[in-house]
């Protein structure tokens, strides 16, 4: 099973730093079908349900603000914030399918100042 | 717009079976996708369970594999989780989800039930 770390289980910031939150794995995530890691990160507002944010590693899920960032290879994957914003309050977990089982992140935790 | 809905009963004995639903609407569970059972542990870990395709082929988790079935209901556009010989460690608020086969991330979670094993 593919496990997925995340260091950081919690980030106070204020409103228009930049965060990074990372997400380690302990294998290589990269897939062979299309040569691109299979790593997703999620989001999740308080009283909502998860939502896609970055899809392979990198690309920005439909809506997305161009702030957030993914990037990484490997085993090494972050998600960057350019400029928090009030609405960035969530929880942000990654999420490996390489491999079944299907595995995620212990999420980190976002609030603002 | 897709919806996912659990139902189920909040409370189950140990060693008995724990029986979700999931009821979609918006789309149906056999044109497309993998409709998935996803658990979140108290702590917020969470632990994905399996699928069931838009096709009726399931994936489960291999940690769960003696445990778990999940079957649909194609005319009442649901699919089902039951998990056997459930103990304390299986309490958890349970989600199902839509999972892209081409796409290849969840889209769309339901709001998630809470269950608890207890005597």
């Known amino acids: 099973e593919i496990v997925l770390t995340q260091s950081i289980p919690s980030l106070t910031v204020s409103a228009g730093e930049r965060v990074t939150i990372s997400c380690k794995s302990n294998q290589n995530l990269l897939w062979s079908g299309n040569q691109r890691y299979c790593l997703v990160w999620h989001q999740w507002k308080p009283g909502q349900t998860p939502t896609p944010l970055i899809t392979w590693t990198s690309d920005r899920y439909s809506g997305v603000p161009d702030r957030f960032i993914g990037s990484g290879s490997v085993t090494d994957f972050t998600l960057t914030i350019s400029s928090v914003q009030a609405e960035d309050v969530a929880v942000y977990f990654c999420q490996q399918h390489l491999h079944i089982p299907f595995t995620f992140g212990s999420g980190t935790k976002l609030e603002i100042k | 717009d897709v919806q996912l809905q659990e139902s189920g009963p909040g409370l189950v004995k140990p060693s008995q079976s724990l029986s979700l639903t999931c009821t979609v609407t918006?789309?149906?569970?056999?044109?497309?996708?993998?409709w998935n059972w996803i658990r979140q542990f108290p702590g917020n870990t969470l632990e994905w369970m399996g699928y069931i395709s838009y096709s009726g082929s399931t994936s489960y988790n291999p940690s769960l594999k003696s445990r778990i079935s999940i079957t649909r209901d194609t005319s009442k556009n649901q699919f089902f989780l039951q998990l056997n010989s459930v103990t304390t460690e299986d309490t958890a608020t349970y989600y199902c989800?839509?999972?892209?086969?081409?796409?290849?991330?969840?889209?769309?979670w339901g709001a998630g039930t809470t269950v608890t094993v207890s005597s």
């Open positions: 989800a839509r999972w892209g086969l081409r796409r290849r991330y969840f889209d769309v």
């Open positions: 918006g789309y149906s569970i056999t044109s497309d996708y993998a």
